[in-house]
């Protein structure tokens, strides 16, 4: 059954401040709502699949769930993180807190490098790179990403559907969300194999 949460996003880019600070504000609510899915003793399993800065949203309420409780849920299978408006360096400290416990569900990246969206956050960020325009063969990313165990689809050869001018959800387009439910669905890993 999918559960979608949404946060006071503006999706704009002169709103990139105040969509930040919205989403600062929301990860306590999407723990909240998160902690009550894995306490329903109806559900099984749960597949987080955040999209561009709601990857923020989704790591914070994750890492927070994992300190409070000496580690993630079992229930909690697979971490989808889709053209993450997150600084390398912020998810390299928070996908530590994830980890520490020994108790995390595989995390899947996808990235591309020719997201105009991720290139514009870049900017604003001071030039820092955003984790969801990485070259995820480069170094520091390709030795950070192995040690946190993070698989890596990399979407940069796709050509992004007509409606996406920005090439920001790639993942959205062509045959990727379907591949993402079938494996999901037969328990594979998801890998750069399309």
């Known amino acids: 059954m999918p559960v979608l949460f949404t946060w006071p996003s503006r999706g704009q880019l002169f709103g990139y401040v105040y969509d930040r600070e919205s989403a ?22 749960v597949s987080v699949l955040a999209h561009s800065m709601g990857n923020f949203v989704a790591v914070e309420a994750l890492r927070q769930m994992a300190i409070r409780h000496n580690g993630l849920s079992p229930k909690i299978k697979d971490i989808m993180l889709a053209s993450p408006d997150i600084d390398f360096e912020v998810f390299r400290r928070e996908i530590a807190e994830i980890e520490k416990s020994g108790k995390a569900p595989p995390v899947t990246l996808f990235v591309s490098n020719d997201d105009k969206a991720l290139s514009a956050s870049s900017f604003l960020a001071g030039g820092e790179p955003r984790l969801g325009d990485i070259d995820p063969r480069a170094e520091p990313f390709k030795s950070n990403l192995e040690k946190a165990r993070v698989n890596v689809v990399d979407l940069s050869t796709m050509k992004a559907d007509s409606s996406d001018s920005m090439n ?9 969300v379907t591949e993402i439910g079938e494996r999901l669905a037969n328990g594979q890993k998801l890998t750069d194999t399309h």
């Open 168 to 176: 920001h959800s790639k993942f959205a387009g062509g045959d990727v």
């Open 24 to 45: 600062t504000y929301s990860r306590d609510h999407l723990e909240g709502v998160l902690q009550a899915i894995v306490d329903d003793p109806k559900v099984k399993s």
